[in-house]
């Protein structure tokens, strides 16, 4: 793949990419992502008294998201979008799955029968986005650069919300916003943004991991880092539905919703993704990629469920690790899912990686997840913006940003319509979709080009 092509990349989609880099590159993929993988199920399992199997959740939460990330990058008989699209649990269901386990426990359900019901349903529910990628042609009209623009640039603003929580030392910790983890978090971003702005290409693919090395360093030196083991368990043996298999109509509805929700996340996540790496957006192979993806993020929910995952979304994090690394290479894609499927099968590797201070991720992240958001600015500015496109994208992001901000907006409708627009990305996205059908299109006057003796003429 010429230079040209590629811009600035260090290596494009297609070009492959030696063991070493690759690897470096994978873990700095893993480092983004980890919070966000094993967040969803340490939330579920505590809110739900699952304490017991909140490791073994923990363990096939990163097995089916390594999964779920192979088949992206490989795009093996259509399935996956072919790029780095790293797959992990998704936020989105957290509202809902904790409502259906509260919902089996007040039936007296035990904790295996929550698990059973919940899996039962998130395997069902994954054949939403399994069907809806085969009419992705038709919803082409859906998913214009406004709306997916729109969506991205609300996932990078959640997302950096989560990034200075953690720059802080997280929601619950006692030394909230001391001067130390702004320090810890602050040093750790300075030595990335150095690193990812040399020429030097090892010094831009080890950047993220070596000011995540940084930072740990600090943090042990400075006693805000102490290692604690890693854990009795050294394998862990998955298996399908250990907990059985039941099904509930009243608990599929909600959920099957939030996933027709998630695939127009996944729609900008996959659009950002092709941007970056320099591939058209305009083409049937950008249809095709967006099927695949959309069809990959259901099977990879299938798989998840069955081994007692919560479901699972593409992740807009890669997105900012791409920007900075120019590593765009879908051969990456394969590393980081064998890495996620090792510290699923091994528990102390994630573990450790666990332990990372959190005012070291914060930092670490915050670059990345402004790369999320310039992404759909991108997107959205692309073509020059008319009165009616710049309402649409007003009003998504007023609404998207004011139900982030005071989430008390939604308290008083009902647990469905807060599950539905609880976040930023799907409450805009879901209102620059109406807009945008509602809003009747401007039509500009055509402008007829003359020669000089017509404007002469015109001028007499």
Known sequence: MSDEKNGSLLYGLEQRIPPLPAF???????????VGIITPPLIIGATLGLGEWMPYLISMSLLASGIGTFLQSNRVWGIGAGMICMQGTSFAFLGVAIAGGMWVKAQGGTPQDVMAMLFGV????????????RFIEPLKRIFTPIITGSVIALIGISLIKVSVLNWCGGEKSAAFGSMSNIAL????????????????????????VVGIAVGCIAAAFTGQFHFSGVGEAWFRIPALFPFGFNFNGAIFLPIALVSLVCILEAV?????NCLISRQSIEDGAFRSRLKGGILADGISCMVAAMLCAFPNTTFAQNNGVIQMTGVAS???????????????LFPPFGEVLRQIPLPVLGGA????????????????????????DMLIV??????GMGVEAVPAFLSHFPPLIGNLFGSAATCGGLVAIVLNYIIPQEHEAAVVVKGS?????ESL
């Open 24 to 34: 470096f590159s994978a873990l700095q993929h893993v480092l983004a992502g980890l």
């Open 122 to 133: 998130n395997f069902v529910a994954a054949l939403v986005p399994v069907v809806v990628s």
């Open 185 to 208: 978090g602050a040093g750790t971003l300075a030595v990335i943004v150095v690193l990812s702005c040399a020429k030097n290409r090892w010094l831009r693919l080890s950047s993220v």
């Open 268 to 272: 900008g996540d996959l659009t950002a």
């Open 330 to 344: 879908r051969f990456v894609g394969r590393y980081i899912g064998v890495i996620l499927i090792l510290l699923g």
């Open 365 to 388: 992240t915050m670059v990345m997840f402004g790369c999320v958001v310039a992404a759909g600015i991108r997107i959205i500015t692309q073509n020059p913006l008319t009165r009616r």
């Open 394 to 399: 007003g009003l998504a992001f007023g609404f």
């Open 453 to 457: 003796r017509d404007d002469r003429a």
